[in-house]
């Protein structure tokens, strides 16, 4: 059997929120880690994926939302595991060499441009406050991804409109079921 990690992005997502409905809805879905809210400390993110990827010798299929797309990026580039693949839903773009300034409450470091160890699908929206399409695209291709086009889908969080997702749904379907 597959596990599904939910991998929360530096908020903590809305009860409406898709990942909160889904994870109420299936117990093969498990956060990882249950979403702590800001700051984001992308090396806690990551021990915390680590431990719960390393928890269990099943597959894993990684579903991460925002700045969890960077957990699962920096996390692939210090570890391995039993990870079959990975949704990855509109990540923040970061330029290289991004460095924090004193009130941000992310702090992540140099996020990784290679290619994941595993089949992913990056889920990009064309008007998402905290990407542009082509730097979603540029992610994509850097993390070998395949793009997925969301259309005008905000951040796709509650506050665009997104408690119930049903394409993403099907994407997680696809991951499952290709081989």
């Known amino acids: 059997?597959?596990?599904?990690?939910?991998?929360?992005?530096?908020?903590?997502p809305l009860p409406g929120h898709w990942s909160?409905?889904?994870?109420?809805?299936?117990p093969l879905y498990r956060w990882a880690p249950e979403p702590p809210g800001p700051p984001y400390r992308a090396d806690e993110r990551v021990a915390a994926l680590q431990a719960a990827?390393?928890?269990?010798?099943?597959?894993a299929i990684l579903v991460?939302?925002?700045?969890?797309?960077?957990?699962v990026a920096l996390w692939a580039g210090r570890h391995t595991g039993p990870v079959r693949a990975a949704l990855l839903v509109t990540p923040?773009?970061?330029?290289?060499?991004?460095?924090?300034?004193?009130?941000?409450d992310v702090i992540v470091g140099e996020v990784?441009?290679?290619?994941?160890?595993?089949?992913?699908?990056?889920?990009?929206?064309?008007n998402?406050?905290?990407?542009?399409?082509?730097e979603s695209g540029a992610y994509a291709r850097q993390w070998g991804a395949e793009l997925y086009d969301a259309g005008e889908a905000g951040h796709l969080d509650t506050a665009s409109g997104y408690g119930p997702w049903p394409a993403g749904e099907q994407l997680v379907d696809r991951l499952l079921t290709d081989r």
């Open 92 to 104: 923040p773009y970061l330029d290289p060499g991004w460095v924090p300034g004193p009130d941000d």
């Open 1 to 12: 059997m597959t596990r599904l990690l939910l991998v929360p992005g530096r908020g903590v």
């Open 20 to 26: 909160r409905r889904w994870a109420a809805a299936d």
């Open 128 to 134: 998402d406050p905290h990407a542009t399409f082509a």
């Open 112 to 126: 990784p441009r290679v290619p994941l160890p595993f089949r992913s699908i990056l889920v990009a929206s064309r």
């Open 53 to 59: 990827v390393a928890a269990d010798d099943e597959p």
């Open 64 to 71: 991460a939302h925002s700045a969890g797309c960077l957990t």
